[in-house]
């Protein structure tokens, strides 16, 4: 890092404001939620089976295709809740993760 970022970096956390000089470098353009209908956003809920993977699957159709929220190559971020050690709901199944990272890279997501 350099010295000038360190100093940036610095004065943006004491004072909460960021520097004049710095160049704008404004936003990439984001898809639009797939899933709205009247301007809210759709859920679906299901029973977990022992298996949680026919259970995603099931999640997802009650929603819609997946393959309208991403394409084939496209780079996907999986957030985990991994704040606590407190068992799930409070924190992120690991059987679903690896369920939900499994159905990802079947479509083609990196």
Do not use: C, Q
């Not at 004065?11 to 301007?39: C, E, I, Q, S």
């Not at 190559?73 to 992120?92: E, I, M, Q």
């Amino acid at each position: 890092m350099r010295p000038r970022d360190r100093v940036v970096g610095v004065y943006h956390f004491l004072f909460d404001t960021v520097p004049r000089d710095l160049p704008f470098a404004p936003p990439r353009p984001r898809r639009m939620n797939p899933w709205v209908k009247d301007g809210k956003a759709i859920v679906a809920k299901v029973e977990a089976d022992r298996d949680v993977k026919p259970s995603v699957n099931r999640a997802l159709a009650a929603l819609g295709p997946l393959a309208a929220a991403m394409s084939r190559g496209d780079r996907v971020l999986v957030k985990l809740n991994f704040n606590s050690d407190d068992p799930p709901p409070a924190s992120t199944d690991l059987p679903f993760l690896k369920a939900v990272v499994a159905l990802l890279i079947d479509l083609g997501a990196k």
